[in-house]
T-cell receptor, first 114, second 114 residues
Framework: AQSVTQLGSHVSVSEGALVLLRCNYS??????LFWYVQYPNQGLQLLLK??????LVKGINGFEAEFKKSETSFHLTKPSAHMSDAAEYFC????????????FGSGTRLLVRP | ETGVTQTPRHLVMGMTNKKSLKCEQH?????MYWYKQSAKKPLELMFV???????ENNSVPSRFSPECPNSSHLFLHLHTLQPEDSALYLC?????????????FGPGTRLTVT
C-alpha cells in the first residue's frame, strides 16, 4: 500500500535560514509526488509536483524538492525562509491505479522566527 | 471568479439541521472531490466525481450526501450531523481523472456542529 510520512509535525526556523521539510513515501511503483501549502483559513495550494521527469523539481515561492528513489524521499527545501512562508505543508503521493486518490501526509507546520 | 470557490466559508448548525455546502470550479475540469480536514488528522477523501458520475465513496456515513449536477458544481448535503463532524470541508477539482493530474483546492467551509 502506498503511504506518505512527514517527519516533524512542527519545524521552526529563523528568517533567512534554510527550510527543510521531510517527506518519505512508500510505493511499489514509481509514484507521482506533490507538495501543497496551506495558509491559515485557506485551502491547499500546489507548490510543486514530481512526475518522473527531472528529479529536482522547482516550484513556486522559491521552493524546490528532490526525488531520491534510493531513499524513497521527496524533501522540500528553500534556501532562505521568509516570514510569509509560515504555513502548513503537505506532501502527497498519487496512486497509479484506477482511482483518483491523493494520499496526504499528516502535514508539517512551518514557523518562521524574526 | 477564478479557481475553486466554496460557500459558505463558515457554517454553524445544530444536530437536527439540514444544510448544504456548495463548490464551484471555474477551471474547466472534469473531476471534483470532497475532503474532510480535522485537527491532528490527515486529509480524508470523502467523495470523487468524474464527469458528474460518482466514482468513489470512501465509506462516508449516509448523513453526508453529495450531488454533482454538472462538471462545474458540487454540493455536499448535510443532515443530522454529529459534533465529531465539525471540521474544514475542502472541495477540489482536477483536469481529469488519473494520477498525473494535480488537484486544485477551494478555501474550504469551516463547519461547526453544536
Amino acid at each position: 500500500a502506498q503511504s506518505v510520512t512527514q517527519l516533524g509535525s512542527h519545524v521552526s526556523v529563523s528568517e533567512g535560514a534554510l527550510v527543510l521539510l521531510r517527506c518519505n513515501y512508500s510505493s511499489s511503483v514509481p509514484p507521482y509526488l506533490f507538495w501543497y501549502v496551506q495558509y491559515p483559513n485557506q485551502g491547499l495550494q500546489l507548490l510543486l509536483k514530481y512526475t518522473s521527469a527531472a528529479t529536482l523539481v522547482k516550484g513556486i515561492n522559491g521552493f524546490e524538492a528532490e526525488f531520491k528513489k534510493s531513499e524513497t524521499s521527496f524533501h522540500l527545501t528553500k534556501p532562505s525562509a521568509h516570514m510569509s512562508d509560515a504555513a502548513e505543508y503537505f506532501c502527497a503521493v498519487s496512486l497509479m491505479d484506477s482511482s483518483y486518490k491523493l494520499i496526504f501526509g499528516s502535514g508539517t507546520r512551518l514557523l518562521v522566527r524574526p | 471568479e477564478t479557481g475553486v470557490t466554496q460557500t459558505p466559508r463558515h457554517l454553524v448548525m445544530g444536530m437536527t439541521n439540514k444544510k448544504s455546502l456548495k463548490c464551484e470550479q471555474h477551471l474547466g475540469h472534469n473531476a471534483m472531490y470532497w475532503y474532510k480536514q480535522s485537527a491532528k488528522k490527515p486529509l480524508e477523501l470523502m467523495f470523487v466525481y468524474s464527469l458528474e458520475e460518482r466514482v468513489e465513496n470512501n465509506s462516508v456515513p449516509s448523513r453526508f450526501s453529495p450531488e454533482c449536477p454538472n462538471s462545474s458544481h458540487l454540493f455536499l448535503h448535510l443532515h443530522t450531523l454529529q459534533p465529531e463532524d465539525s471540521a474544514l470541508y475542502l472541495c477540489a477539482s482536477s483536469q481529469d481523472r488519473g494520477y498525473t493530474y494535480e488537484q486544485y483546492f477551494g478555501p474550504g467551509t469551516r463547519l461547526t456542529v453544536t
